[in-house]
Nanobody, 125 residues
Framework: VQLQASGGGLVQAGGTLRLSCVAS????????VAWFRQAPGKEREGIAVITASGSLTHYPDSVKGRFTISRDNAKNTVYLQMNSLKPDDTAVYYC???????????????????WGRGTQVTVSS
């Protein structure tokens, strides 16, 4: 599975961005997909996950209510809509995919074996 994340950029606090994660080499509809981010000097943080069917999503409190993950399996693409961005959201954002049994998914980076290159998101105050 090859994943390509895009859509990052520089935005002012309170602004919005939409990230895209496009898969190639495989039909993404059998994979759960998660977004992670890593800021300088900090550990990688899982911020959104969506199951293969798209029926379940999960977010940590740090982004809940501001970020929305969605998928369009016909386009082999998963999106991350980010609203009300804060300077603390500044990081490199990665998407990752994995097969899980029983249609489940986690937001633990150790459970993901397919990673795309990151896209930089910078939020200015």
């Amino acid at each position: 599975v090859q994943l390509q994340a895009s859509g990052g950029g520089l935005v002012q606090a309170g602004g919005t961005l939409r990230l895209s994660c496009v898969a190639s080499g495989v039909n993404l509809d059998t994979y759960a997909v998660a977004w992670f981010r890593q800021a300088p000097g900090k550990e990688r943080e899982g911020i959104a996950v969506i199951t293969a069917s798209g029926s379940l999503t999960h977010y940590p409190d740090s982004v809940k209510g501001r970020f929305t993950i969605s998928r369009d399996n016909a386009k082999n693409t998963v999106y991350l809509q980010m609203n009300s961005l804060k300077p603390d959201d500044t990081a490199v954002y990665y998407c990752a995919a994995a097969n899980f049994a029983w249609g489940m998914a986690t937001i633990n980076d150790h459970d993901y074996d397919n990673w795309g290159r990151g896209t930089q998101v910078t939020v200015s105050s």
